[in-house]
């Protein structure tokens, strides 16, 4: 969760002047992110490799988030993460 911190630091303090860029940068990324993951999970046939998709897919909509480039954006994604955490220890 620091990183996210840092990122958030980083990008909206000293590089605010490319705000725009890295609003549709991160988007771009998450919503690639999820198709890769979505169609690289159905063809798997190891659990292994299926929750490597998986993951690409829980990192898109983190990207999402954090390319909303707002307050909900990025408090939506450390909720995600947060959440995202929590199941993968309980399951």
Request: proline letters at 0%.
């Amino acid at each position: 969760m620091l990183i996210f911190f840092i990122r958030y630091k980083l990008l909206n303090g000293f590089l605010h002047i490319f705000s725009s860029i890295n609003r549709v940068i991160f988007f771009t990324l998450g919503v690639f992110s999820i198709f890769v993951g979505i169609l690289g999970a159905f063809s798997e046939k190891m659990i292994k490799s299926f929750f490597v998709y998986s993951s690409m897919g829980h990192v898109g909509f983190r990207l999402i988030g954090l390319g909303l480039n707002t307050i909900e954006g990025s408090s939506a994604t450390i909720m995600y993460l947060a959440i995202y955490i929590l199941t993968s220890f309980v399951i």
